[in-house]
């Protein structure tokens, strides 16, 4: 089947090194666009995206989060902090988190849902991406509040999900698909 919106899909990758070239203001406002037209649970729309360019606040948050990982047994962390110039965020020239009320029950799925809007538009518009989970490691420590009021979080919210975003200076092929995960109920 010939589908743009498939296509998008199929095309989108995990992309883990970027140009320095910034995301522009005007690429921005459709990414933030995608994200706001995001369904969400009772149309609650739970988020609040922190916009972040700022490198310094990115390479401090890395630190930290470096930080947090290197107290986890080796087999319980990410074998890319072995390496000390692992940057979880890959040098984006821009990183959007989402931040939500962990409250409501559906606050993690809606931002999830959010977060791939913001994917398949990057995609769409020749921008690369990876969502990222893993910066919640950073929140985890004696930097949480200094992390929080410095991305704006609003009270009484926390980090839900990130996403990485950039001109893509990697290629990769498309993953496997594993098998068995559909069952068909006639």
Not at 85 to 106: E, G, Q, T
Request: charged share 20%; net charge negative.
């Amino acid at each position: 089947m010939n589908n743009a919106v498939l296509d998008t899909i199929a095309a989108r990758r995990s992309h883990r090194a970027y140009e320095a070239t910034p995301v522009t203001d005007k690429q921005l406002d459709a990414l933030l666009k995608a994200c706001m037209d995001a369904p969400s649970a009772v149309n609650r729309q739970p988020w609040h995206v922190s916009v972040v360019r700022n490198q310094a606040l990115l390479h401090e948050m890395n630190a930290e989060l470096r930080a947090q990982m290197m107290q986890r047994e080796a087999s319980e962390r990410s074998p890319r902090f072995a390496d000390p110039s692992f940057d979880v965020f890959y040098h984006a020239p821009l990183v959007l988190f989402l931040s939500a009320n962990p409250d409501w029950r559906y606050s993690a799925l809606d931002c999830g849902i959010a977060v791939q809007n913001i994917a398949l538009a990057a995609e769409s518009m020749g921008l690369g991406s990876v969502i990222l989970g893993m910066p919640r490691d950073a929140f985890a420590g004696s930097r949480r509040e200094e992390f929080e009021k410095a991305l704006g979080f609003l009270p009484g919210e926390v980090f839900q999900i990130a996403i990485a975003i950039g001109v893509p200076a990697d290629n990769k092929d498309a993953h496997p698909v594993h098998e068995g995960h559909v069952s068909y109920i006639d």
